[in-house]
């Protein structure tokens, strides 16, 4: 029963550090969603500049990422499927992001 699914939410925190940084060169932040974790591939972005969060699932049930009050389609990726979640950070600052699905509890789900 859908009732009967938890969804877990994993919250952990992204960085950004002011405009004079260097740690990022491009526009697009990978994200990968599997049963047991969510990985994001850059975690210190500079504030203001514009970026394309390529969210990618990776699993055999649908799986929802948001961050910044922008997110997936509500009822999650279908499997093997990406979306494009455009997202810009006004100010520096750590911004929490979620990665969400059906049925999920497990510990690695959860980082900083």
Do not use: E, W
């Not at 004079?20 to 491009?26: D, E, F, L, P, Q």
């Not at 990618?56 to 093997?80: E, Q, Y």
């Not at 979640?85 to 929490?96: E, I, L, M, N, S």
């Amino acid at each position: 029963m859908r009732s009967a699914l938890a969804c877990v939410v994993v919250m952990v925190c992204l960085v950004l550090v002011g405009a004079g940084s260097a740690a990022v060169t491009g526009k697009t932040i990978g994200v990968k969603i599997y049963d047991s974790r969510c990985t994001v591939s850059k975690k210190a972005l500079t504030a203001g500049q514009a970026y394309d969060f390529v969210v990618f699932n990776a699993v055999v049930s649908r799986h929802a990422f948001k961050i910044n009050g922008k997110r997936t389609p509500l009822l999650g990726l279908p499997p093997d499927n990406l979306h494009i979640v455009p997202v810009t950070f006004a100010k520096p600052g750590r911004y929490p992001y979620q990665c969400t699905g059906a049925g999920q509890g497990k510990p690695g789900m959860k980082g900083m």
